[in-house]
């Protein structure tokens, strides 16, 4: 059975840098895409970056330039590089991936950010 698991967040201030990973394990392939989605509270889930198998990238508007997404396939792992943190990306952070045609979630990861 396949299971996704995020690695701890934390509290930064603003300016400051956090990097996520996320684990999938139990499966004898690797993921074919990995993506990262934030909740903040009271708002609905939203998309924050993708990362393909071929390693081919794309990002939501508001962290393009400060985000990167990237991936470790011999260890079936997905990072998330948060650099210049702002309050409004205070959020619980959630990994997916996608392996052959079934998506995967991490249970979430707080992210907060102080102003």
């Known amino acids: 059975q396949v299971q996704v698991a995020e690695s701890r967040g934390g509290l930064v201030q603003a300016g400051e840098s956090l990097r996520l990973s996320c684990a999938a394990s139990?499966?004898?392939?690797?993921?074919?895409?990995g993506d990262w989605y934030r909740q903040a509270r009271g708002k609905q889930r939203e998309w924050v970056a993708t990362?393909?198998?071929?390693?081919?990238?794309n990002y939501a508007g508001s962290v393009e330039g400060r985000f990167t997404i990237s991936r470790d396939n011999a260890k079936g792992t997905v990072y998330l590089q948060m650099n210049s943190l702002k309050p409004e990306d205070t959020a619980v952070y959630y990994c997916t991936v996608l392996i052959q045609g079934t998506r995967y979630w991490g249970p979430g990861t707080q992210v907060t950010v102080s102003s």
């Open positions: 139990g499966s004898t392939v690797s993921f074919n895409v």
């Open positions: 990362i393909t198998n071929s390693g081919i990238t």
